[in-house]
C-alpha cells in the first residue's frame, strides 16, 4: 500500500485479525448449543470491543484515504456504516438498551448488517491489499497485540459488570445471548421462521407422516401420532435472541423407529422444504411433539408436529414435520445452516 504509515498497517493488520476473530465465534455462537457457547459468546463480544477501541486509530487512516479522494470511496462509506450498524445492535443486545427494531430483533439486524459489512470488507481488503509481512512478528508487535486483547477483554468485563449494577436488560440473557420470552406459555412464544419460510395451513385430514428407511415407506395419521403423550420439558433457543422453556408431548424418535433398520442420520423435513439430519444416536433425546403446554400446537408453532431438539439451537426445531428418512449420511452431511 502507498503511502500507509507502519502504524497504520499494524492497525489494518490488527482490525482484520479482530474482525476475523469476531465472525468465527459469531457463527460458532450460531452453530454451538451447549455450554460451550458462553465461551463463544465471550471472545465474540471481546474481538467486538477490540474493534471499537481500534476504530478511532482507523479513522485517522481513512480520513488520510478521503483526503486523497481515492477512487471507490462509496463502498468504504457503506462499509463504516454497516460497522456502526454492526457496533450499535451488538451493543444494544449485549446491554438490552436496543433489543429489538420494530418486528426485527437487533441480533438480526446485527447479522444483516455484519454479512453487508463482511462482502463489502473483502472488496475493501482486495482494493487495497495490506498483506501481513513476517517482520510484522515483532516481540514488539506481540506485545501490542497483547495489550490489544488484554484491554478489550477488561472492557468486556468492565461492561459485564456494569450492566449488572445498572440492572439493565442485558443482564437477563442466558449463556447464549438470549432473552426470555413466554416460557411456559405458549401463546406468547414468538412464531420464527429461520429466513422466509411461511406458515402452512395444514389440515389433518389430507396430512399423514411418512417414515422411511431401506426397506420403503410407512405412513402414520394424525390420530395415532397424537395418541402418544411422552411429555418433555425443553429450551427452545432461537438465534434471534431469545428463549423459552416448554412442556412438549410427542413421541420420542427413538419410539416412533424402533424395529427399523439401524442407520447413521434421521433426516427430518417440512411440508414447506425445510430440514435437518439428526445423528440417529439421539433419537432416544429427540420428541416428534404434537402438543405445547397440554393443547395441539398452533399452525404457527409447528401443527400438527413439530420436532423437539434439547440443546441444539432453535434451528433443528423443524416445524410441520411430514417426512422422516433413516439415512447412511453421517448427520453433519448438510450445510451448518438451513439455506431454506
Ligand atoms: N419448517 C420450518 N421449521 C422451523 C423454522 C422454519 O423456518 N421452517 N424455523 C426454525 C427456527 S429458526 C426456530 S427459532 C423455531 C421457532 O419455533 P416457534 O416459531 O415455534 O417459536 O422453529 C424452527 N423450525
Ligand atoms: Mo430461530
Redesign the pocket.
Known sequence: MRGLSVAGRRTNLALLALTLIAAVTGVLAFGIGGRWVRWAIVSHGVAGLGLVALAPWKTVIAARGVRRHRYGSTPSILLAASLVAVTITGLGHATGLLVSVGPVSAIQLHVGSAIAGIALLAWHVLARRTRPRLTDLTRRNLVRAGVVAGGAAAAYGSLEVAVHLLGLGGSERRSTGSYERGSFV?AT?????????RVPAIDVGGWSLSIEDASGPRRIGYGELDAHRERMRAR?????GWW?DQGWEGTTLAGLLSGLEQASSIEVT??????RRLPSADAGRLLLATR?GGAP?SA???FPA??VVPGR?????????DRIVLSDAPWWWQAPF?I?
Not at 427452545?236 to 434471534?240: A, E, R, S
Open positions: 405458549p412464544l414468538p412464531v420464527t421462521q429461520w429466513l422466509n419460510d427452545l433457543d432461537c438465534t434471534g423459552a417440512s411440508v414447506t422444504g425445510y430440514g405445547v400446537l404457527g408453532h409447528g413439530r420436532l439451537r432453535g434451528f433443528w426445531w423443524v416445524k410441520w414435520v438451513p431454506a
